[in-house]
């Protein structure tokens, strides 16, 4: 895994959006980010992405965009992300689908 495509959300509806044609060079991949019911707003997500951020590279920290998600199916997914990386247009790889 070592590429990404920005995400593109289609703005006119809430369908998933469809994925760029410009590659972009990521580190890391992430398949799948799941917390239960329960536990959503409670940053348990956040804080496994920022975990994995701190240790993922020995002695560096990999920035938002070292990391490409799998396309997320669902508007909750696509809306974590979108809070997450601070940007509408995320990074996502293309193979498995969250």
């Known amino acids: 895994m070592n590429e990404g495509y920005r995400f593109l959300p289609d703005q006119s509806t809430d369908?998933?959006?469809?994925?760029?044609?410009?590659?972009?060079?990521?580190?890391?991949?992430?398949?799948?980010?799941?917390t239960t019911k329960k536990q959503r707003n409670q940053n348990v997500a956040k804080n496994l992405l920022q975990t994995m951020r701190m240790n993922f590279i020995p002695g560096k920290v990999l920035g938002i965009d070292d990391i490409a998600f799998a396309m997320p199916l669902f508007m909750d997914g696509r809306r974590f992300l979108q809070r997450y990386c601070k940007r509408k247009d995320f990074l996502v790889y293309t193979g498995l689908a969250i």
């Open 15 to 34: 369908d998933v959006g469809c994925v760029g044609e410009e590659v972009v060079p990521v580190k890391c991949g992430v398949s799948r980010i799941w």
